[in-house]
């Protein structure tokens, strides 16, 4: 039997505030992510940045 292939994705707008606690929730996890992707929904407080440098250190 295969494992199971598993995508998390992110969406993000304005969500710097809580942004850092929804992405340790997704590294602490049990079963870990094969892929994550991010969408950024035209932010103005930086969710973007944030977004880029914490899925940039994960892969």
Same mark, same amino acid.
């Given at each position: ?6 995508t ?7 969500g710097?505030?809580? &942004? ?5 929730? &997704?590294?602490?996890?049990?079963? $870990?992510?094969?892929?994550?992707? +991010?969408?950024?929904?035209? $932010?103005?407080?930086?969710?973007? +940045? ?6 940039a250190?994960?892969?």
């Amino acid at each position: 039997m295969s494992r199971p292939y598993v995508t998390a994705i992110v969406v993000a707008h304005d969500g710097a505030r809580r &942004l850092g606690e929804t992405l340790r929730a &997704l590294v602490n996890q049990s079963r $870990s992510p094969d892929r994550v992707g +991010d969408v950024d929904n035209g $932010s103005k407080d930086g969710s973007a +940045d944030l977004l880029a440098q914490a899925l940039a250190t994960a892969t």
